[in-house]
Structure formats: C-alpha cells, structure tokens
C-alpha cells in the first residue's frame, strides 16, 4: 500500500506533518490539499512522540548485515516496545505543548 492509498482510506483525518523534506516537495503538497492539516513549527519535533520511539528503537537496535535482517530487527523491537513508554509519551504532550509555545515554537527540554 502506498502513502496515497493509505490516506485516502482515512476520510476525515487530520493530519499534522513536521516539515522532513518529503512532505515540503510540491507534488507531495498538492496531493495534501485534498485533506485537513495542522500547522507545525519547524523547529519542534519534540511535539512528535514517534521521535521518541524512533530513537528508543535507535539505541537497543542490534547490527545488521542485510536489509533483511534490519527489517527483522526493527519489527521485533517495535513488537516488544513497551506500552508503558508509549503512555507516558502520550502523557507528556500537554506539557511539551506548553513548553513548545513558551519556547515560540523553538527547542525546549523534551
């Protein structure tokens, strides 16, 4: 299934982007028209929990000789993630917001 196939299954999502390169490439932005976007500030990935996931999974992921194996190892990491770091990411966005509008949409501690 490609990102078009996929968003167009989600009738009605709102979607919040954070600025990575893909997402500013004009046909990707013609194509997000058609759907409901929030604003982002550009320096504010913290307000991004999966950040946080990607590099928890960053640091315990194991060497890999092949895409293969990479692949395997990035599935079984996501597998066993522990639920309770998702709650308290979850938890914390309020305070990130916060944080993230006190700082004008800068860097902040999270």
């Known amino acids: 299934m490609n990102c078009k196939q996929y968003l167009n299954g989600l009738p009605g999502a709102v979607f919040q982007l954070d600025n990575a390169h893909p997402h500013t490439a004009r046909v990707f932005q013609d194509f997000l028209r058609q759907f409901q976007t929030l604003p982002w500030p550009a320096h504010s990935l913290d307000l991004s929990p999966v ?37 308290c990411l979850i938890n914390s966005m309020p305070d990130c917001v916060a944080a993230c509008i006190a700082a004008g949409g800068g860097p902040t501690r999270y």
């Open 51 to 87: 950040e946080h996931v990607w590099d928890q999974l960053k640091r315990q992921m194991p060497s890999c000789h092949s895409v293969h194996d990479l692949e395997l190892a990035v599935q079984d990491l996501w597998a066993h993630l522990p639920q309770d770091n998702i709650r």
